[in-house]
């Protein structure tokens, strides 16, 4: 089917490399064999921009220049990807930047990983402790709206992780491209999997899945929050991207997409040691860099579930790399098994 999308601006390096990886299915021969392996390489979409984040925001940003903003707003944890990838697309666009960032307050005084790389392309950051986050966020988001008019600001408001109907778009086109990657190496994949934080990257799989009915279950792997939390935000984006563009009849009911929320672990951005030395292996293995806040606790689930045995029967499966090098530093203290 042929679909048409809503201007984007171009900033990441498309399409990103499909490859496989057969060094890491031969060390751990499954029990009943076992799918071969490949990665989606998004976190090659941009060197300092990389990852997922990008592929949503070049629809984003066209958006907010078709509505004159000089400035954008968005918001997410301290180490927050999304935020970092914002605040350089705004730099490189000349659009002001507004960060409202999740605390702890005290730890916004370390400038490591991606919250140097905010301030470092200029951002604007607000940090505020946790509690205060989750209860007053739409009112923080519009108390900075209010900020940049009173100004003669215009400014755009992105949600977290630029997840809603506009980011959809990203991995709509981003499943497209997956699939004739796939089609180019001569397979059609059974599974595509990813970590699954704000459910844009899933939902937008799923979805130009469906649209090019192919049979391919998308599972998340969620870092943070239920199955059953992430199964009604996709669901009440994709009904909200269908309605708003009015697009494909689609029901969203059929967009089949699963949750396996068995790998979370202690919360979002805590890891135990399995997480970090599946990130060990990987790097070893195939020369991947994993973070440990999304792509490794995700792929650490997933190996977990192949030995388990859940995805026997496929020959393909498609590992979606969304990215989050730079939260890998500031979780160094969690390496230390490394030295001994
Ligand atoms: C944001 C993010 C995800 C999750 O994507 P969502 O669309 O928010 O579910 C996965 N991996 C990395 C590295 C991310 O930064």
């Known amino acids: 089917m042929k679909i048409k999308y809503p201007p ?56 907010a220049q078709q509505q004159h903003c000089d400035t ?7 180490q927050s990807n999304h935020c970092r990838a914002t605040a350089l697309v705004g730099a490189r666009l000349g659009l002001q930047v507004q960060l409202v960032l999740r605390g702890p307050v005290e730890s916004a005084a370390a400038l490591d990983g991606n919250l140097l790389v905010d301030y470092l392309a200029g951002a604007e950051v607000a940090v505020y402790p946790a509690a205060q986050y ?11 709206q209010q900020h940049y ?12 992780g630029g997840s809603d109907r506009l980011g959809l778009w990203g991995y709509l086109s981003g499943a497209e491209e997956l699939l004739s990657d796939c089609r180019q190496h001569g397979f059609n994949p059974e599974h595509i999997l990813c970590a699954t934080g704000s459910g844009g990257t899933q939902a937008g799989l799923a979805l130009g899945c469906y649209l090019q009915s192919a049979e391919i279950l998308v599972t998340g792997y969620a870092v943070c929050d239920s199955a059953a939390y992430f199964q009604a935000k996709m669901r009440s984006d994709l009904a909200d991207w269908a309605q708003h563009y009015n697009a494909a009849p689609i029901d969203p009911k059929r967009i089949e997409a699963t949750v396996n929320d068995q790998y979370m672990g202690p919360g979002y951005g805590l890891a135990e040691e399995p997480v970090y030395r599946t990130i060990t292996t990987l790097a070893s293995l195939e020369g991947l860099l994993l973070d440990p806040v999304y792509t490794g606790k995700a792929f650490h689930g997933l ?12 020959k393909n499966l498609v590992f979606v790399h969304t990215g989050g090098h730079f939260g890998l530093f500031p979780h160094r203290q969690n390496f230390d098994f490394l030295l001994n």
């Open 303 to 314: 190996l977990q579930d192949l030995q388990l045995g859940c995805y026997r029967g496929s």
């Open 8 to 63: 984007k601006v171009s900033l990441a390096q498309l399409p990103t490399p499909l490859q496989p990886l057969d060094r890491l299915s031969e060390a751990f021969s499954f029990p009943y064999g076992g799918p071969r392996l490949w990665v989606k390489r998004d976190d090659l979409t941009e060197t300092a921009m990389s990852g997922n984040k990008l592929r949503k925001l070049e629809f984003i940003v066209a958006a």
């Open 149 to 160: 008019a009173a100004k003669g600001h215009r400014a755009l408001c992105i949600p977290t």
């Open 134 to 144: 989750q209860r007053e966020l739409p009112s923080l988001l519009r108390h900075w």
């Open 72 to 78: 954008l707003i968005t918001c997410g944890g301290l």
